[in-house]
């Protein structure tokens, strides 16, 4: 029952951040204005001639490009998985911020995952192993007899 009740909070802790996860990546924005609609989808896309900036940051032709064609396929009523998958069929899968989560796009998505796990695991372990260093182990008799001669000296 001690060890039960020593777990509670760390489940809790648990619960608490998965819902917040779960919030989080469920969030939807309130302004769904087309506008703002364009440069989300343009945010999940790279710019195809700069390094390390997605199609809503660039100011490069291309991405000026890439978020025109959003917007008109946009107003033609095409879903967001269907614009994005559009432009994975015009410049590949590279063009994608995230990494779809199938074939070798889904070790992106799980190993981190796998590494963290690991990581608290170890330091559930290595906790553990201090603690029990840490603790004191009842004396014996020659522990008394080394007091008692400091004591009576």
Not at 66 to 72: F, G, L, S
Request: glycine share 8%; with cysteine.
């Amino acid at each position: 029952m001690k060890t039960v009740r020593r777990w509670i909070p760390w489940a809790v802790l648990l619960i608490v951040v998965a819902v917040a996860l779960a919030i989080g990546a469920n969030r939807s924005g309130t302004d769904t204005s087309l506008d703002a609609r364009t440069m989300h989808i343009a945010s999940e896309v790279r710019c195809p001639v700069c390094e390390g900036q997605s199609a809503a940051q660039s100011p490069a032709p291309a991405s000026v490009l890439i978020r025109k064609q959003i917007r008109e396929d946009l107003q033609a009523g095409e879903s967001e998985n269907q614009i994005l998958a559009s432009l994975v069929n015009a410049y590949g899968v590279g063009i994608l911020e995230k990494p779809e989560a199938k074939g070798v796009g889904v070790v992106v998505w799980v190993v981190p995952v796998i590494a963290v796990i690991a990581a608290a695991g170890g330091l559930v372990i290595a906790f553990r192993r201090w603690g029990r260093r840490l603790s004191p182990e009842a004396p014996d008799e020659s522990d008394r007899a080394l007091v008692e001669q400091a004591l009576h000296g």
